[in-house]
């Protein structure tokens, strides 16, 4: 059995928790936030036999879209001199950040 991990943007979640229920593989939604943008975004849980992990990293990949966000300006005041950021910059926010654990054991009290 493996635990797939999948860090998705908030605007894609209900379509990939949907997609995921039609195949009939159950999921947990954890709120999550971004390291570097410092926002919102969705942690996705999903446990499932070795043999469908390939069926599920298709349907991340279906549901869940690459965006262009721009980062504010950040000021350096009371801040880090390194994190100051002059200007807007955009970034590429990838569609999903996907991690496979292996699960030692499965239990449902
Ligand atoms: P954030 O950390 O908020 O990062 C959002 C996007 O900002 C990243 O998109 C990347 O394009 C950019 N970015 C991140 N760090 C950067 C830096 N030091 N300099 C310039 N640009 C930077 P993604 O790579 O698609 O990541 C989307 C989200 O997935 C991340 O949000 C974070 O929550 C998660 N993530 C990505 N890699 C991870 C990792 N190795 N471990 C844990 N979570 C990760």
Redesign the pocket.
Known sequence: MKLVMA?VQDKDTNRLINALGEKNFQSTKLA????????G?TTIMIGCKDENVDEVLDIIKTNCS?RE?M?APISPMGGNADSYIPNPVK???????V?VLPIESFYQF
């Open positions: 860090v999550s936030t971004g390291g570097f943008l410092k926002e975004n690459n966000q980062v970034v590429e926010v990838g569609g999903a950040t991690f």
